[in-house]
């Protein structure tokens, strides 16, 4: 057990070394945001500040929830950087066409097209960025496409589209939109400026966009299959190492009757129920605007003909969408390790209740409060910089304002601090002390990571923003909710003395070791086109690849919890809570692994990133690993309240085997196809054609977004059956002896 605490403490060091070496290299070669942008001719494009402003106008509106930037954000309305990059190739292409040959660029073909293509590709990759005025120097024919697009964004912010389910009124300002046309510009600039002596742009030269030669690079393609040869490697390795080496949670003399039995619960156990019954009404909720949200894509002006984008616009709909799966999840977690807490210690400390139920208010003021306050900010109900504060940063998946951040990261701490207060005591009486240090090694994990969430400012560069937004969505989500996972799983079946302590803690030390060998720098394969230099692109791609190859033993782990679950009559009213656990395995094996891999090299994320087949891997990987678990672990908990009840499990397998079936449904029948149709056509055509309005809008696709509905109605059914199931559980258990 020592050799694996000393391996488990390597990993993490070197681990957090790299990424913080990675962090520093991608700090000091960040895209220049210029002080000026200025015509050759002298005229003042954008002032100081213009383009940082820019980029607050469209975070306050939304961000990343109203289309996409560098690839990261929502699926409906365009990526802006292709869009914008696109728009501006074209519109020059004209004008010299229509000078020098009389007629518009598509009508070109042969030399003449390819003398055209090639000074555009001169004036747009040429870096004329001076880093010691920092000022840009742009053509006059470039400003004056910064203007025509102008126009049209003015045009769809202002009056609304129903292709891009942008609500009318999403920005009227005059000043505001020519800042938000700004920050587009830059962006696109960045995307197809070379960097200083080199031949790529800022972005690797993503995304893909042919009239200005923006192809995978070098590093891409090597890179890729760098990662492909190592995940074979280490998938081989693991293979040996299991057939000879691994010992899994060993089995122990399971007792006749359940443990549980006749255990009487502390009041901060009983105070937990109340975090159930919000996983649920939460869980719901998410399903409900999920539902408006999909629907957007086919009528984005409304729902069945009810004006709702008036008051609640797609961007609030995909905003509380995805948000709310990130605070019923993390609740079903909280609500579960308070209540596994007593059970460590073995008693109750002084005031855990009143601490349960303070975190518990911080928490619903915390849920309540940020989604108004995003409301409001997309609805320009806040002044000023309080969109900041108490709106909508439009960071995708901490979109919460900074107050709300704030108060969340003191909520988790204080969460770290019940739960050590019961478990540090612990860990001075007798037997395995590893299984409790791991347990709270993975709960300070959770805790503490969430902080990065608070290391940038309202103007921060973007690509400073994303390096530490990607260690809350993955390091905090990715990393260390999946060593809990393993963590809790172990503890529960030893808690129920199928399995010894110490070979739970074994097997979850091992698990945990490896997952974060490929899970901590593995961070840096989302950042290959946000404005970073190339050896992120190098060090993510490797390191992603071997976090897929824990996720493909998750079948063994599956095979071990049903026979866990077999060894004694009585454990058959765990049946389908194990079975829930099984499911976690599946989805970490296809949600995780094949969905995440589908996407993952760089040079297949390169043309697939911010398309359908991210949702794929999204909506197969949060939900069917982590909200999976969210569910079991709420339904252990139940269990574990009334234990002697005897379960009419009719409901809960109906609720089972829909949620499993609809998700896998709505991914087959609709998300992928989607995602590969657009694959292909960001790969013959331009990532903005995979984008655009023209592409997604045809009968074909539109036909696929209504295919939606066969798995996301059978998911939602089971929704219903699964929280019908659970509130009955809660509103019917039996008190607790005196």
């Given amino acids: 057990m020592k050799k694996l605490w000393i391996m488990l403490i390597a990993i993490m060091v070197c681990s957090f070394a790299i990424l913080g070496w990675v962090g520093l290299e991608i700090f000091r070669e960040i895209p220049p945001i210029p002080k000026r942008v200025v015509t050759t001719e002298g005229k003042v494009l954008i002032d100081e500040g213009g383009i940082s402003d820019g980029q607050n106008v469209w975070q306050a509106m939304g961000g990343m929830q109203v289309g996409s930037v560098w690839g990261h954000g929502s699926y409906v309305a365009p990526d802006w950087t292709a869009d914008y990059l696109h728009r501006e190739s074209l519109f020059m292409l004209d004008q010299w066409s229509g000078g020098r040959y009389g007629k518009d660029g598509s009508g070109l073909a042969g030399e003449e097209k390819a003398a055209l293509l090639q000074r555009l590709q001169t004036l747009v990759r040429t870096n004329t960025y001076d880093p010691a005025t920092e000022t840009l120097t742009i053509d006059p024919l470039r400003a004056a496409a910064f203007e025509e697009n102008l126009k049209h964004y003015t045009d769809v912010f202002t009056n609304g589209s129903d292709e891009y389910a942008i609500q009318r009124g999403a920005q009227s300002d005059p000043d505001r939109l020519r800042k938000l046309n700004n920050f587009f510009f830059w962006t696109a600039w960045a995307s197809a400026a070379n960097r200083p002596n080199n031949t790529i742009s800022y972005t690797s030269n993503f995304p893909s966009e042919p009239l200005v030669a923006n192809y995978p690079t070098s590093s891409s393609i090597i890179w890729t299959g760098v990662s492909v040869i190592v995940l074979i490697f280490s998938i081989g390795a693991m293979v040996w190492f299991y057939a000879g080496w691994h010992k899994g949670a060993e089995e122990r003399d399971t007792p006749d009757s359940d443990p549980l039995i006749g255990e009487k619960l502390t009041p901060s156990q009983t105070a937990t129920v109340k975090y159930f019954l919000i996983v649920s009404l939460l869980f719901l909720l998410q399903i409900v605007m999920g539902i408006i949200t999909a ?381 590969l149709l657009q694959t292909y056509q960001s790969v013959s055509t331009g990532y903005w054609s995979a984008r655009s309005p023209e592409f997604m809008q045809t009968d074909l696709m539109q036909f696929l977004r209504w295919m939606r509905m066969v798995g996301d109605t059978i998911f939602a059914v089971g929704a219903v059956a699964w929280v019908w199931f659970a509130i009955r559980l809660m509103l019917t258990r039996k008190k607790p002896l005196p």
């Fill in 295 to 675: 629907h957007y894509g086919v009528e984005g002006g409304g729902f069945y003909g009810i004006p709702l984008q008036d008051w609640l616009p797609y961007v609030v709909s995909r905003t509380w969408h995805t948000q709310l799966g990130i605070f019923w999840i993390a609740t079903a977690w909280l609500g579960a390790g308070l209540f596994i807490a007593p059970y460590i210690c073995g008693y109750e400390p002084k005031f855990q209740k009143l601490g349960v139920d303070v975190l518990f208010l911080a928490l619903l003021i915390v849920v309540l409060g940020s989604m108004a306050g995003q409301w409001m900010s997309v609805m320009h109900m806040l002044p000023g910089d309080l969109w900041f504060w108490f709106g909508h940063q439009g960071w995708e998946y901490v979109d919460l304002g900074r107050v709300w951040q704030a108060a969340l990261f003191i909520g988790l701490l204080l969460w770290l601090f019940l739960i050590a207060r019961s478990a540090v005591p612990a860990l001075k009486g007798e037997g395995s002390k590893s299984l409790i240090v791991l347990y709270l090694f993975t709960t300070a994990g959770i805790a503490f990571f969430y902080a990065p969430g608070l290391f940038w400012g309202m103007r921060s560069h973007m690509t400073v923003v994303e390096y530490w937004r990607w260690w809350v969505v993955h390091l905090w989500v990715e990393g260390f909710f999946e060593v809990f996972a393993t963590v809790v799983i172990a503890f529960l079946f030893a808690r129920l003395r199928v399995i010894r302590a110490d070979h739970a803690a074994y097997a979850a030390l091992l698990s945990g070791a490896i997952y974060l060998s490929g899970g901590i720098i593995g961070t840096l394969h989302h950042l290959y086109f946000a404005g970073t230099p190339t050896v992120a692109l190098a060090f993510g791609a490797v390191f992603s690849a071997l976090e897929i190859v824990p996720l493909v033993f998750v079948g063994y782990e599956a095979l071990e919890n049903i026979r866990h679950s077999k060894a004694r009559p009585w454990l058959e009213q765990y049946k389908w809570i194990v079975y829930f656990f099984v499911a976690v395995a599946f989805w970490n094996l296809v949600g995780a692994g094949v969905f995440g891999f589908m996407i993952n090299p760089p040079i297949a994320l390169y043309y697939m990133q911010g398309l359908n087949t991210t949702a794929v891997h999204a909506h197969g990987a949060l939900y069917g690993v982590y909200g999976t678990l969210g569910l079991a672990l709420t339904l252990f908990c139940l269990r574990a309240m009334d234990p002697e009840r005897i379960w009419n499990t009719k409901l809960l397998s109906f609720a089972f085997w829909s949620l499993n079936i609809g998700m896998l449904l709505e991914i087959l029948l609709s998300l992928l196809p989607i995602g």
